[in-house]
């Protein structure tokens, strides 16, 4: 690419000739003595600049793994950090030095090759280095990105959308990406990112705004920008975009507000779009028929795609898996199967043309749908080798599939499912054969009677007065939501984490208007009932549990495995926690400072294994938010549990003056910075948090504001994240304006 090069790119490549020369060692050869000296002055005019000289495709050329040493210096010579156009090849290698893509390789099995660090001595890991990237502690942001590394440089995004690239050996930012976004309204989950994907010297990025940027490798500057959709319709992208074969795929969020879900492909160089999938099939496409409804249902029927596709060249598919059709939670107005919603699909990854799907639950009603990546994998079953696919769903159930044509590896049988007699039109569900790593229950109740298992009072956190409700599990958060699963192929276990806990769901009629929630009816924690979360290894070749940890909390982080035997996984409580991949055995834990809900990722600097991890807490898992990418090594310093909470650099714990009367505009903007996320907006429902405007608990000023300080089961405190004239005002909005909405 041209603008990489520049008069430093022929002395490099001199130096590489001496390097590569090593019979040349001890000769006072005057050239030789130039290009040391011009490798020192490299060197000394610092690591950064160095790289900004090379010419990508000669050091490509010359030096295409970059492992040549110098030979007149004792200091290594940096790689080149500027991407090439990665080949396929090197985009399905299993990860090892460098970590290219968001699941590690296209495969997306976040399967480590390195071994530096293992279970004898994983005891001994300590953290290296920690760097603030100085945006995302607002409540609103959650930190949900894998970083990706290449030769040295580390590319992470935060929940604002702000992309840093870092120096892996000291963690020092090099370059900061603060994307120009609009005031956002219509943002469904909470503003959040899941990584960015790098090739040919750029770096792409998916905004909220439903924009597909790319950014100099370099500078961090924007190079194009491409509107996928009009976020004030409700798209949105949460996902990280994937670089394969001269293309950037993404998906697009926005399934609750009655958007048409899709795929896209782009021209990585210019940002050009070159063909769209649409998960909801147009007239005369397969799978339309399963929209017979005669109200277009089909234009607004959701499907999202919000989770990174897998690319395997060898079948040329491109496959990924879909989110709840719309209105999520009523389907008498969307009859029928409501094809590619809650499905896997698989197609052609040069066209886009359709090539086959398994739906996970047809038509459904209960949010019960399949964000968790897809992961691909080959296993020998039966004496055969066959390729595989696996993905977790919200069911709580890993669906194992034959990624050539869709069909089940092992069995999967359609059997009649709970559903509610108004809304289902086809009540069969696909459960495969083995074990479901949460349990299911789908059990409607009236009122607050006899409850299996729960014992609670319904609606702690809000007024029980709906007349029919049903109480469901797993909860729209899964059984596996989209945080990343693993496959370890040294054992042959497939890594998921997942959440066990319970939901109320009771109907209310809603009309579509566009860029608003399109939720059908309502779901809403419930407050005092068990959450639990788990870490279970599954066997891919039998479908069966191999091992499992119950957790008190939920498990929202993702997973990593590795060679040395691993199972990386964070905890709601601030932990990372290492198990060993064969028996899951605890062997190692450390305490950071947030909650990491982010999959962790390993590579290697100079010959040792780092693991790093986005630590910045999740808005809907409630967890304590910060701004920290922490980076472990075998001979790291930095203890468990000693590096102090960083300072909020978004200025929303000023402690300043409190005002003495409150003021609703300031808290409705308090309101959509902190509360929007789960309460939607005006209140509305959103994701995981109750109607505000039918609560009881909104219309009294004394309990909003006791409620905003001390939280409640699944809503956290935001006593210490707000200052008391933000939870003034916050209250005075949600009692004057949302709660009067409903009278
Ligand atoms: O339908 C959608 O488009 C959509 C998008 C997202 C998202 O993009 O984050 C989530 C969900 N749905 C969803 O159902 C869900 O439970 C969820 C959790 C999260 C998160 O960031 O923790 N995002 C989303």
Redesign the pocket.
């Known amino acids: 690419m041209y603008y990489f090069m520049n008069k430093y790119s022929q002395y490099t490549r001199k130096g590489k000739k001496g390097k590569a020369g090593i019979k040349m060692k001890g000769q006072q050869n005057k050239g030789l003595v130039v290009a040391g000296f011009l490798v020192f002055l490299i060197i000394v005019v610092g690591f950064y600049f160095f790289l900004d000289s090379v010419n990508k495709t000669e050091q490509t050329a010359s030096n295409p793994k970059g492992t040549e040493k110098a030979s007149t210096q004792q200091a290594e010579v940096p790689k080149d950090p500027m991407t090439p156009a990665f080949t396929s090849k090197e985009l399905t290698t299993l990860p090892g030095e460098n970590w290219i893509t968001n699941g590690g390789s296209t495969f997306n099995q976040r399967y480590s090759t390195l071994n530096e660090i293992n279970t004898t001595n994983v005891k001994n890991l300590k953290g290296k280095w920690v760097t603030h990237l100085g945006s995302g502690q607002e409540f609103k942001y959650?930190g949900?990105a894998s970083p990706v590394v290449y030769n040295g440089v580390m590319y992470i995004i935060t929940g604002a959308d702000e992309v840093s690239a870092l120096d892996v050996k000291t963690g020092k930012n090099l370059w900061i990406y603060k994307p120009e976004i609009d005031e956002l309204t219509t943002v469904?989950?909470?503003w959040?990112s899941r990584g960015v994907a790098i090739g040919d010297g750029l770096v792409y990025v998916g905004l909220l705004d439903a924009r597909i940027v790319a950014l100099d490798q370099k500078t961090g500057k924007e190079v194009w920008s491409t509107v996928v959709d009009d976020w004030k319709k409700g798209y949105?992208i949460?996902?990280a975009p994937l670089y394969y074969n001269g293309k950037i795929y993404t998906g697009?969020?926005?399934?609750?507000?009655g958007?048409r879900?899709r795929v896209t492909a782009f021209d990585a160089k210019s940002g050009k779009e070159l063909w769209r999938f649409y998960t909801i099939p147009g007239p005369g496409e397969t799978g339309h028929e399963t929209w017979p409804s005669d109200n277009d249902s089909w234009k607004r029927g959701?499907a999202?795609v919000?989770q990174t596709p897998a690319v395997d060249p060898e079948t040329g598919l491109l496959y990924f898996s879909t989110?709840?059709a719309?209105p999520?939670l009523d389907g008498s107005i969307r009859k029928g199967d409501n094809l590619f919603a809650a499905s896997i699909v698989a197609i052609d990854a040069e066209t886009g043309k359709y090539k086959w799907h398994f739906q996970e639950v047809h038509h459904d009603i209960w949010?019960l749908?399949a964000?968790n990546p897809v992961v691909l994998f080959d296993v020998e079953l039966d004496g055969k080798m066959r390729k595989g696919l696996a993905q977790a769903g919200?069911t709580g159930w890993v669906y194992i599939l034959d990624r050539t044509n869709g069909e089940p590896l092992i069995g999967i049988d359609e059997v009649p499912v709970s559903q509610d007699e108004r809304q289902a039109t086809s009540p069969t569900q696909p459960i495969p054969k083995g074990d479901a790593f949460v349990p299911q229950e789908v059990t409607k109740v009236a009122l607050a009677k006899d409850a299996p298992k729960y014992e609670g009072k319904f609606g702690k956190i809000f007024d029980p007065f709906w007349e029919e409700r049903l109480l469901l599990k797993p909860a729209?958060?899964?059984g596996a939501?989209?945080p990343p699963s693993a496959y370890n192929p040294d054992t042959g276990y497939f890594y998921v984490v997942a959440t066990d806990q319970y939901q109320l769901f009771t109907r209310s009629e809603e009309e579509f208007e566009e860029g608003s929630v399109y939720l059908g009816s309502i779901i809403a924690p419930v407050d005092d009932s068990p959450r639990r979360g788990t870490v279970t290894a599954i066997d891919v070749k039998t479908n069966k549990i191999a091992w499992q940890k119950v957790w008190d909390d939920s498990a929202?982080s993702g997973v990593l495995t590795t060679k040395g035997g691993l199972v990386f996984v964070g905890h709601n409580d601030g932990r990372l926690i290492a198990y060993d991949a064969k028996t899951g055995d605890q062997v190692w834990e450390f305490m950071t400072d947030a909650g990491v809900?982010a999959a962790p990722i390993a590579y290697e600097v100079d010959g040792k294994q780092y693991i790093s991890v986005l630590v910045a807490g999740?808005?809907?898992?409630g967890t304590k938010h910060g701004d920290s990418l922490w980076t472990f090594a075998l001979d790291g310093t930095i203890e468990s549990g000693t590096t102090p909470v960083a300072d909020n650099q978004n200025g929303t714990k000023d402690n300043g003056a409190v005002a003495a009367t409150a003021n609703v505009d300031d808290g409705q903007k308090v309101f959509e910075g902190n509360c929007l996320a789960c309460h939607g907006r005006e209140g509305t429902g959103g994701?995981?948090g109750p109607d505000l405007q039918l609560s009881q608990v909104a219309k009294d000023a004394e309990k909003v504001t006791e409620r905003v300080k001390k939280g409640g089961k699944t809503m956290p405190a935001f006593g210490d994240l707000l200052t008391e004239k933000q939870i003034k005002d916050v209250t005075a909005y949600i009692t004057e304006v949302v709660a009067k909405k409903q009278e």
């Open positions: 959650s949900e469904c989950c909470g959040t949105t949460t996902s697009i969020s926005g399934g609750d507000f958007t879900g959701g999202p919000w989110g709840n719309a999520d949010d749908d964000p919200k729209a958060a899964g939501n989209w929202y809900n999740n808005s809907l898992a994701h995981n």
